[in-house]
């Protein structure tokens, strides 16, 4: 933090930020990055019966639905079972694109796992759900 000590900087400075701070941006350190908005067409999936030990692609669609690009910064699993591919490039409004999870089921029974999509919305994190069973066929 620095004093202004020149109004007209100050005002300018002042209304920067009180423009910045009305929900319409994401300030980081590096950049300030609008907001939009994203549909998926499913949130979560449920395996009614998988094997042991074998692995399972799936995706997740979504849409950009908002007016500004979308920027997916980090998908995060909730284990070491799931891992996961997304467009590291801005989703312009109105297109599609895909999260790939590869599921490898590596323990018996009755799972519920996890997906935190982080991005540039307004709820800034989405939670992706996979759940099911793993026999041992």
């Known amino acids: 933090w620095f ?5 007209k900087l100050w005002e300018l400075y002042k209304n920067t930020i009180s423009e910045l701070d009305n929900g319409k941006y994401i300030i ?3 950049s300030i990055i609008p907001l939009t908005s994203i549909q ?5 999936i449920y395996f009614d019966n998988l094997s042991f030990n074998q692995k399972k692609i799936l995706n997740f669609n979504f849409k ?28 312009l409004p109105k297109e599609s694109s895909k999260i790939q999870i590869t599921f490898e089921t590596n323990s ?4 519920n796992k996890s997906i935190e999509v982080i991005c540039n919305t307004t709820q800034e994190i989405h939670t992706l759900k996979l759940s099911g069973y793993i026999n041992n066929k």
């Not at 018996?108 to 799972?111: M, S």
């Open 3 to 7: 004093p202004l000590y020149n109004i």
């Open 28 to 30: 980081t350190s590096e």
């Open 40 to 44: 998926f067409e499913q949130d979560s």
């Open 64 to 91: 950009n639905t908002g007016q500004k690009p979308l920027i997916i910064k980090e998908v995060i699993p909730s284990c070491g079972c799931i891992s996961v591919k997304w467009p590291k490039h801005p989703i």
């Open 108 to 111: 018996l029974g009755k799972f």
